[in-house]
């Protein structure tokens, strides 16, 4: 039955000795990168906090607004007016935050607009659908200005949760385990230097006895 790690040498004493001190340098940065995405995080809350309070009271103020417009028009009579669909441009610039990939809103075509813009009749769509329509727009312009910090602070959390997975690893089961093997190998070295001690004194005892 073969022993739990590698075999008691001078060599793998050594190797693991060095595989220790590896593995304390990366403890080390992992502890320093994960304070550092916690300070990034705790720097980021308070907007975010903000931008999904400012979401939660546009929402708040859309859906009664649609249920008004709904129950004057009906759902074919919204999506009678909404037409013709538009499209909302976008410009995205990828970049890097404490090495994780994210992609930043640097631009986009504006979202409100007023009667004219739209198209539509007043006369035709009313009050309540007009109002129903400038709080969708107001929602879907908080959302989109919330959306690169929220992917952010995604991404952060993301990565705070591996690096502490890997330091809990390195901390928890790897360190220990090579102080143990280390230890282990230690004491029977020691163990076999003794013995060798004393077969030369017995063996010198011998040699030195009368005959």
């Known amino acids: 039955m073969r022993g739990r ?3 008691p040498t001078r060599y793998n004493l050594i190797r693991s000795k060095r595989r220790l001190e590896r593995v304390r340098h990366g403890t080390d940065l992992l502890r320093r990168k994960r304070q550092a995405l916690v300070g990034e995080l705790f720097r980021l809350a308070r907007a975010a906090v903000d931008a999904r309070a400012r979401v939660e009271e546009g929402a708040e103020a859309f859906y009664p607004a649609l249920l008004r417009a709904l129950a004057i028009h ?3 009579g919204l999506t009678a007016s909404a037409w013709p669909a538009r499209e909302i441009e976008v410009e995205i610039l990828p970049t890097r935050t404490w090495g994780i990939g994210v992609a930043e809103i640097v631009a986009r075509s504006p979202v409100r ?3 004219p813009a739209r198209g539509t009749a007043p006369a035709l ?3 309540a659908a007009a109002e129903a329509t400038d709080r969708l727009e107001a929602l879907i312009e908080l959302l989109l200005d919330a959306a690169s910090r929220e ?3 995604r991404r952060l959390g993301h990565a705070l949760s591996h690096t502490s997975r890997q330091l809990n690893t390195l901390e928890l089961r790897v ?3 090579l102080a143990s093997q280390i230890a282990r190998t230690r004491r029977i070295l020691e163990e076999r230097e003794r013995e ?3 077969r ?3 063996l010198l005892r011998s040699r030195s006895a009368p005959r």
């Open 5 to 7: 790690g590698p075999a």
């Open 74 to 76: 009906g759902g074919g």
């Open 113 to 115: 607009r007023g009667l």
């Open 125 to 127: 769509t009313g009050p």
């Open 151 to 153: 992917m952010l602070i």
């Open 175 to 177: 360190a220990p385990d």
């Open 196 to 198: 060798e001690h004393a």
């Open 200 to 202: 030369v004194k017995q």
